[in-house]
């Protein structure tokens, strides 16, 4: 399906009320393959997207939009315990999340209610509560937009790191997922580390896949903005990591600053209260703002635009280098302004 000069205004979940020159829905993996094929369709600018939900639009968008509106869940394998499924690009992250719970089939379950498409899932790694895609993709279909051929990317050519993948990097803008495939358990070691999780799950009744799932939709409905309400894309940076050096300097200077061992072997700070830190918590510039009970999401209270709601990102950037010597990286992607 074809549409001309189209308000994005439902395709954000800030809410901005940009223009597309151009938006196609691809039906099926094969009119994808086909579309990338056609030169002449490709020398526009093109921008794949999901959801809409990691992305702040600061203009209009002079190009064709393209929205993967394949879907279908699949189981494809059972080998005892251990259940292979796979998921189209367009089926939203939390139906699938749901459809797995609802079979018994565990791996996934603290990334309920994240917002957005299986395709953009793996793009950024998404993350919470003490999980990561990266522990249950086994390997991702991909269509390249320079030729049009399909390709296959194992969990390892996915490059996955925290917020991070290859797609975000090297491969960024250069192939569009089409089908995901992850590895579940009938009978998973449910991860309920994470604090606030466990005090959530014992008021559920206990531990199950089900009550894991419920309990995180429970926080993160009190934690987190409904894009319905307040325009937002979640944490708008990453929480930064730090040499063990810098981290030691500073809890020398902040001693009850949040701080946790990373993966990397550096230290992880909470962006958001480092951000709280610089007074920036619940603040506004016009309709643009930062969330009162997250420092880390900037919200549009109505009428904000991408560019003021950039400008303030880039004035929190400022105040956190200032404060604490510290970068913050934004974990959304920019469009229009490089
Ligand atoms: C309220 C709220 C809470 C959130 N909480 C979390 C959280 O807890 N953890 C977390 O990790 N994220 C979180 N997010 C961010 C967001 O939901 C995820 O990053 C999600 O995966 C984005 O999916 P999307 O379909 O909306 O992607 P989009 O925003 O549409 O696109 C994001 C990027 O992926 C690319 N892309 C999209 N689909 C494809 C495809 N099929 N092939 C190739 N490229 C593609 C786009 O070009 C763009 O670069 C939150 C967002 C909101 C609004």
């Given amino acids: 399906m074809i549409r001309k000069n189209v308000s994005l205004k439902s395709f954000n979940t800030f809410g901005l009320d940009y223009k597309a020159d151009c938006i196609i829905t691809l039906k099926s993996e094969e009119s994808a393959a086909a579309f990338f094929r056609d030169r002449e369709s490709c020398g526009k600018p093109l921008l794949i997207l999901g959801g809409g939900s990691n992305v702040l639009f600061t203009s209009d968008f002079r190009g064709t939009i393209l929205l993967p509106g394949f879907g279908g869940i699949r189981l494809e394998e059972m080998n005892g315990s251990d259940v292979v499924v796979s998921a189209g690009a367009g089926v939203k992250w939390d139906d699938f999340v749901e459809w797995c719970v609802s079979r018994g089939y565990g791996g996934i379950e603290n990334l309920s209610l994240i917002p957005g498409s299986v395709g953009a899932a793996p793009i950024q790694n998404i993350g919470a509560y003490g999980s990561e895609i990266r522990e249950t993709v086994i390997k991702l279909k991909a269509i390249s937009i320079a030729t049009g051929s399909v390709t296959m990317f194992s969990n390892e050519q996915c490059r996955f790191g925290y917020r991070e993948s290859v797609f975000k990097n090297e491969k960024k803008g250069k192939f569009l997922i089409t089908r995901v495939y992850f590895n579940l358990e009938t009978n998973p070691r449910l991860n309920t580390s994470y604090n606030l999780l466990k005090e959530e799950v014992e008021k559920l009744g206990g531990e199950s896949l089900r009550n894991v799932r419920d309990a995180v939709i429970n926080i993160r409905r009190r934690k987190l903005p409904d894009p319905e309400i307040f325009g937002n894309a979640g944490s708008?940076?990453?929480?930064?990591?730090?040499?063990?050096?810098?981290?030691?300097?500073?809890?020398?200077?902040?001693?009850?600053?949040?701080?946790?061992?990373?993966?990397?072997?550096?230290?992880?700070?909470?962006?958001?209260?480092?951000?709280?830190?610089?007074?920036?918590?619940?603040?506004?510039?016009?309709?643009?703002?930062?969330?009162?009970?997250?420092?880390?999401?900037?919200?549009?209270?109505?009428?904000?635009?991408g560019k003021e709601l950039y400008d303030l990102s880039e004035e929190i950037r400022k105040s956190v280098m200032e404060k604490f010597g510290v970068c913050l990286e934004r974990e959304i992607e920019v469009i229009g302004i490089t």
């Fill in 236 to 305: 708008f940076f990453k929480n930064p990591v730090v040499s063990l050096s810098v981290a030691g300097a500073l809890k020398a200077d902040y001693p009850s600053m949040p701080a946790f061992p990373d993966q990397s072997g550096g230290v992880k700070l909470a962006g958001g209260w480092l951000i709280e830190q610089c007074g920036w918590k619940g603040k506004r510039a016009g309709d643009a703002g930062v969330h009162d009970k997250q420092a880390l999401v900037l919200v549009n209270h109505g009428k904000a635009t």
